[in-house]
């Protein structure tokens, strides 16, 4: 009796945290001045793209750290659009995922938003 | 046929549509916001962990091996499995626990994913991972309306509950076992 009273708390429990979850998911909209409002379409596809291994600023996660360094790594613009276009290692191909412009948006963000 | 097996069976058959749609209404809403939110890129929390991917995957881990307990709690509850011989009263109970643990498990992963990096349609592994969460929330809240519904054909829990275990899984190994395999940080660690 004692365990199914435990069992129904925490059913009530998950059902609030599932109520404040959805709450905080809308109401947390992104404020001003994160990476993803910055204006540009670089930006934004950086984002949803990217942030998730490079982090939100560039500052490195799963995948290298960009920002202040990615402009030194290919001084070539070329080269770090073709890595991006096809992958390389453990990063994902976005040729089919994202437009040649929007590679070339992201690619310039990266090279000077994040800090070249 | 008579009058009452007649409404009985339009009964079920609007708690079984209900069900559906609440279901696919959370699914659609999930995906729908993952879609249009701009994602912050943020990564909000990682409590002891070293970043809050290591969180998520193994927050995951943590979900999926709860669902796993629960499967197997609910094959005994059904007779599928035979041990121990005599069932304990509070098994039932116990398969209640471990969902609902594994559901809040997968609140804080789930939050970061939506909040932080919207619905993805790139790579297709992310597109699966991002269809298949979206699918994971409505079938769950299907799952429990059809656990309060009474009088549902004897099929639906199982197959409603095969379908939420299912997509865990299918999250599981498009996010954490992609960590602990492919994943550029390569071994899993904290």
């Given at each position: 009796?004692?365990?199914?009273?435990?069992?129904?708390?925490?059913?009530?429990?998950?059902?609030?945290?599932?109520?404040?979850?959805?709450?905080?998911?809308?109401?947390?909209?992104?404020?001003?001045?994160?990476?993803?409002?910055?204006?540009?379409?670089?930006?934004?596809?950086?984002?949803?793209?990217?942030?998730?291994?490079?982090?939100?600023?560039?500052?490195?996660?799963?995948?290298?750290?960009?920002?202040?360094?990615?402009?030194?790594?290919?001084?070539?613009?070329?080269?770090?659009?073709?890595?991006?276009?096809?992958?390389?290692?453990?990063?994902?191909?976005?040729?089919?995922?994202?437009?040649?412009?929007?590679?070339?948006?992201?690619?310039?963000?990266?090279?000077?938003?994040?800090?070249? | 046929?008579?009058?009452?097996?007649?409404?009985?069976?339009?009964?079920?058959t609007v708690k079984m549509l209900g069900v559906f749609l609440a279901g696919a209404a959370v699914s659609i809403l999930l995906?729908?916001?993952?879609?249009?939110?701009?994602?912050?890129?943020?990564?909000?929390?990682?409590?002891?962990?070293?970043?809050?991917?290591?969180?998520?995957?193994?927050?995951?881990?943590?979900?999926?091996?709860?669902?796993?307990?629960?499967?197997?709690?609910?094959?005994?509850?059904?007779?599928?499995?035979?041990?121990?011989?005599?069932?304990?009263?509070?098994?039932?109970?116990?398969?209640?626990?471990?969902?609902?643990?594994?559901?809040?498990?997968?609140?804080?992963?789930?939050?970061?994913?939506?909040?932080?990096?919207?619905?993805?349609?790139?790579?297709?592994?992310?597109?699966?991972?991002?269809?298949?969460?979206?699918?994971?929330?409505?079938?769950?809240?299907?799952?429990?309306?059809?656990?309060?519904?009474?009088?549902?054909?004897?099929?639906?829990?199982?197959?409603?509950?095969?379908?939420?275990?299912?997509?865990?899984?299918?999250?599981?190994?498009?996010?954490?076992?992609?960590?602990?395999t492919d994943g550029p940080a390569g071994l899993p660690i904290f």
């Amino acid at each position: 009796m004692t365990f199914k009273r435990i069992v129904n708390g925490i059913e009530v429990v998950a059902v609030i945290a599932a109520l404040v979850w959805a709450f905080m998911l809308v109401a947390n909209e992104p404020g001003a001045g994160n990476v993803a409002d910055a204006g540009s379409p670089g930006a934004a596809i950086f984002a949803s793209n990217c942030a998730t291994c490079h982090g939100a600023d560039g500052e490195g996660s799963l995948g290298p750290q960009l920002a202040g360094k990615v402009a030194a790594k290919f001084p070539d613009v070329a080269d770090q659009i073709a890595v991006v276009t096809n992958g390389r290692n453990g990063m994902p191909s976005f040729e089919g995922g994202l437009s040649k412009e929007q590679i070339q948006q992201v690619v310039e963000y990266t090279r000077t938003a994040l800090g070249s | 046929m008579t009058a009452p097996a007649v409404g009985h069976r339009d009964s079920v058959t609007v708690k079984m549509l209900g069900v559906f749609l609440a279901g696919a209404a959370v699914s659609i809403l999930l995906g729908v916001y993952g879609d249009t939110h701009t994602p912050t890129g943020e990564k909000p929390y990682n409590l002891f962990f070293t970043d809050t991917i290591q969180l998520k995957v193994w927050f995951a881990t943590a979900a999926v091996a709860l669902a796993l307990l629960q499967v197997l709690l609910a094959m005994r509850l059904y007779g599928k499995l035979k041990w121990p011989r005599t069932a304990p009263s509070w098994l039932g109970d116990a398969h209640r626990l471990c969902g609902t643990l594994a559901f809040l498990i997968t609140l804080p992963v789930a939050y970061q994913c939506l909040w932080a990096l919207g619905f993805q349609s790139t790579p297709t592994r992310v597109l699966v991972h991002s269809i298949v969460g979206c699918l994971f929330y409505g079938a769950f809240v299907a799952k429990v309306l059809a656990v309060r519904f009474h009088g549902l054909p004897g099929w639906s829990l199982p197959v409603i509950g095969g379908v939420v275990f299912t997509a865990l899984v299918v999250i599981f190994l498009t996010s954490s076992v992609w960590f602990f395999t492919d994943g550029p940080a390569g071994l899993p660690i904290f």
